[in-house]
């Protein structure tokens, strides 16, 4: 198991992304924009879908996040 010193490196260390990653990162962003296009299609403007909007750029920012740091 990691400790935690292991863990900080990980996660405050740039990772240059390999060409397999980029394309990962590319297709979660895309599917996310597409699913964030919908929210803000259907739902009224409000305080939900504005929560919606931001959980959905943050699913796609920490997916990213578990590709960088190969899950750790």
């Known amino acids: 198991m990691e400790n935690i010193q292991d ?3 990980n ?3 740039y990772h240059q992304p390999t060409a397999e ?3 990962k990162y590319e297709a979660l962003r895309e599917a996310g924009k597409v699913f964030a ?3 803000a299609a259907l739902c009224p403007d ?3 879908r ?3 909007l931001r959980q959905v750029r943050e699913a ?3 997916a990213n996040a578990s590709i960088a740091c190969n899950g750790g």
């Open 7 to 9: 863990k900080l490196d």
């Open 11 to 13: 996660w405050f260390t």
């Open 21 to 23: 990653q980029a394309a």
């Open 37 to 39: 296009e919908k929210i």
């Open 46 to 48: 409000s305080a939900d």
């Open 50 to 52: 504005s929560a919606s």
């Open 60 to 62: 796609v920012y920490r």
